[in-house]
């Protein structure tokens, strides 16, 4: 890492890693923004003044990636925390707006194991997404969620066996 890709108030952290990361760091707000493209270009612009500030701090002891997501997936929490009432009415035009989609053809297989995927609890449904689509470990989905990695690896586990259930029953109606 060059002086110059360091952030000034945050040395272990680099323009350019931010920037290779940036896919990923959106995919994840968009997920903890059911989706909402705008929620989740303000929570990532929020993280980020919050790394270019100082305010959240980069002490090198996790990845910068575990880092990061831990930083949006807090930001998250305190922002629909406060936003809550405002948020169920997003979901319920979502849920309207979902219903006037067009079909997806050959991607009903898909369409079934999301379903499956969010019919989960939520703690088990971010460490499969975590995992599965965001490419982290158990171990560091554990740390962005905020949890012990016995309790992740649980959920994890928990999840993977309740996924299997469910595809199982639905292929079987078939």
């Known amino acids: 890492m060059r002086d110059s890709d360091a952030l000034e108030n945050n040395p272990y952290v680099s323009r350019s890693a931010l920037a290779a990361l940036h896919g990923e ?34 002490d090198n002891k996790s990845s910068l990636k575990t880092f990061v997501f831990s930083v949006v997936q807090n930001l998250a929490r305190g922002r629909f925390r406060r936003l809550s009432s405002r948020l169920r009415l997003v979901r319920t035009y979502q849920q309207d707006v979902a219903g006037q989609t067009v079909d997806h053809g050959e991607h009903h297989v898909d369409d079934g194991v999301w379903r499956a995927v969010r019919a989960l609890p939520a703690r088990q449904r971010d460490v499969i997404e975590l995992v599965f689509c965001r490419d982290l470990t158990v171990e560091q989905a554990s740390a962005v969620m905020g949890v012990t990695t016995g309790t992740g690896r649980t959920h994890y586990d928990r999840a993977k066996k309740a996924l299997r259930d469910r595809l199982r029953d639905w292929v079987e109606e078939e």
């Open 25 to 58: 760091v959106y995919g994840w707000a968009l997920s903890r923004c059911d989706f909402n493209h705008a929620a989740a270009e303000d929570l990532v612009q929020q993280a980020y003044v919050e790394l270019l500030s100082g305010k959240a701090r980069f």
